[in-house]
């Protein structure tokens, strides 16, 4: 085989690797899911999106944060934790932190909760401070 044809070769299969390696491994747990539509939510608030883009009742996933609401702004997050519910297999919190800034410019860093109702259409709402 030419050295060309090896590096061909080589080349196929590194793609082919990497378009079959995203599927091994276990799967998506339930609280890994929880914790993406947290995520999902949270990134459409630091890129600036309205909080009415999830209030809608048609709206796969609705949710509310009352700083959202205030029009204080979400500078960063970082998911912390997520638990499921004992008492309801499809309902979950993730501890979240926040930095947040005022119309202002005063920035502060806060820790919050989140409970997320996961189903055809998932909720979320913040639990608390």
Do not use: H
């Not at 995203?22 to 609280?31: E, H, N, R, V, Y």
């Not at 809608?56 to 500078?75: A, I, S, T, Y």
């Amino acid at each position: 085989m030419s050295k060309n044809g090896y590096r061909n070769l080589c080349f196929a299969g590194m793609i082919l690797w990497a378009l079959i390696a995203p599927g091994c491994g276990k799967p998506q747990q339930p609280a890994d899911k929880a914790e993406k539509i947290v995520e999902q939510f949270l990134d459409a608030w630091s890129r600036g999106e309205p909080p009415e883009a999830f209030a809608g009742p048609d709206r796969p996933l609705q949710g509310v944060d009352p700083d959202w609401k205030e029009g204080r702004r979400l500078l960063s997050f970082l998911c912390a934790e997520t638990k499921q519910s004992e008492a309801a297999p499809n309902q979950f919190r993730c501890r979240v932190a926040l930095t947040l800034q005022d119309p202002k410019g005063k920035k502060w860093d806060k820790e919050v909760v989140y409970e997320v109702q996961m189903g055809e259409k998932s909720v979320i709402r913040r639990v608390s401070p």
